[in-house]
């Protein structure tokens, strides 16, 4: 039986969130399937061309979290 891939499948791949067996299926998907490697190939240029951003929290939101944590009174973070 012959198994498609659907793009989550190659996404999965391509970040490395695949599981061996699906790497192993994707992987011999890829060698009889020429127009799954272009698509491959397109994906892993999408993933290159995506900006590099780093998203951290306020410092006040970080504060609060640790308070909270810690089991004291927590400020009024909104309106």
């Known amino acids: 039986m012959k198994q498609s891939f659907t793009h989550n499948d190659l996404v999965a791949y391509v970040y490395g969130e695949?599981?061996?067996?699906?790497?192993?299926?994707?992987?011999?998907?890829?060698?009889?399937?020429?127009?799954?490697i272009t698509e491959l190939a397109r994906m892993v240029e999408a993933q290159a061309a995506l900006p590099r951003i780093k998203f951290s929290p306020p410092r006040r939101i970080v504060d609060a979290i640790l308070r909270y944590a810690r089991g004291e009174p927590t400020p009024q973070l909104c309106c």
């Open 18 to 36: 695949a599981d061996a067996g699906q790497i192993d299926a994707t992987e011999a998907a890829l060698a009889a399937d020429p127009a799954l």
